[in-house]
T-cell receptor
Framework: QKEVEQNSGPLSVPEGAIASLNCTYS??????FFWYRQYSGKSPELIMS????GDKEDGRFTAQLNKASQYVSLLIRDSQPSDSATYLC?????????FGTGTSLTVIP | DAGVTQSPTHLIKTRGQHVTLRCSPI?????VSWYQQVLGQGPQFIFQ???????GRGNFPDRFSARQFPNYSSELNVNALLLGDSALYLC???????????????FGNGTRLTVT
């Protein structure tokens, strides 16, 4: 079982729609969770961090965490073509950061 | 403030050679970690250094080594290069070590290593 699992996609949404990205993790003791955006050929860029159960909103982005279900999600509202990228879920277990394989998102104009 | 800087940006090496990659963290950050990312995969953890001490090592062979200097910059060394070492090597800095839950990673632009 992988430490962090994501649907690899690709996920396509029309411009202006909500994109929903999901991630599950295996280490129940994990305490911090992150979403990174990675454009093709570029390095990952931090877009959200979440540490406690519930929702955290930042602009068009909302991260959701459910520790009981070991589930993290990212919602992107009013999706724009510039949001087209691979989104990486990352989990800090206290000893190591684990990354999922990423979900490729395409926003269609 | 400058972000994480890595050098070189691209490198082409031959099998059996060795390579040294360099990283300077964000000012004030004391932790540097290294990752290997191959196409279509997420970054894989190689090493973490915090306060100049190795604090973690991923599942990589002994051909991989690293160190952190007094100014918190870091080097990753890979010996006896194999074709399979071709990848994007990412350095990330954070203000604290991994045991601090609220210390996200900030990545440099990476070094693209090609082994022929």
């Amino acid at each position: 079982q992988k430490e962090v699992e994501q649907n690899s996609g690709p996920l396509s949404v029309p411009e202006g729609a909500i994109a929903s990205l999901n991630c599950t993790y295996s280490d129940r003791g994990s305490q911090s969770f992150f979403w990174y955006r990675q454009y093709s050929g570029k390095s990952p860029e931090l877009i959200m961090s979440i540490y406690s159960n519930g929702d955290k909103e930042d602009g068009r982005f909302t991260a959701q965490l459910n520790k009981a279900s070991q589930y993290v999600s990212l919602l992107i509202r009013d999706s724009q073509p510039s949001d087209s990228a691979t989104y990486l879920c990352a989990v800090n277990t206290g000893n190591q950061f684990y990354f999922g394989t990423g979900t490729s998102l395409t926003v269609i104009p | 403030d400058a972000g994480v800087t890595q050098s070189p940006t691209h490198l082409i090496k031959t099998r059996g050679q060795h390579v040294t990659l360099r990283c300077s963290p964000i000012s004030g950050h004391k932790s540097v970690s290294w990752y290997q990312q191959v196409l279509g995969q997420g970054p894989q953890f190689i090493f973490q250094y915090y306060e100049k001490e190795e604090r973690g090592r991923g599942n990589f062979p002994d051909r991989f080594s690293a160190r952190q200097f007094p100014n918190y910059s870091s080097e990753l060394n890979v010996n006896a290069l194999l074709l399979g070492d071709s990848a994007l090597y990412l350095c990330a800095s954070s203000w604290r070590g991994f045991s601090s839950y609220n210390s996200p990673l900030h990545f440099g632009n990476g070094t693209r290593l090609t082994v022929t």
